[in-house]
């Protein structure tokens, strides 16, 4: 979703980044969107959700979507 969000080849382009770093890597993960990074910081700060089950939740639900699942505590 983020690489159809950038737009053309050759246009300038922002992504906005979170470098994860653990005992024998460094990553770092790019956003279309400010909102899609601050759901990925806060969902990584969720006991047992790690960076691979935030991209995956962030992949199935757009922000918005996300934001009224957890309203409903769905």
């Avoid at 690489?3 to 300038?12: D, H, I, R, Y």
């Avoid at 089950?53 to 992949?59: E, G």
């Amino acid at each position: 979703r983020t690489l159809s969000a950038l737009g053309p080849v050759g246009e300038a382009a922002t992504l906005f980044t979170e470098m994860l770093v653990g005992e024998d890597f460094v990553r770092l993960v790019g956003f279309a969107h400010a909102d899609e990074r601050d759901w990925f910081r806060l969902l990584t700060g969720v006991q047992g959700v790690g960076a691979r089950v935030a991209l995956a939740i962030l992949s199935a639900l757009e922000p918005v979507d996300l934001a009224r699942a957890v309203a409903a505590q769905d």
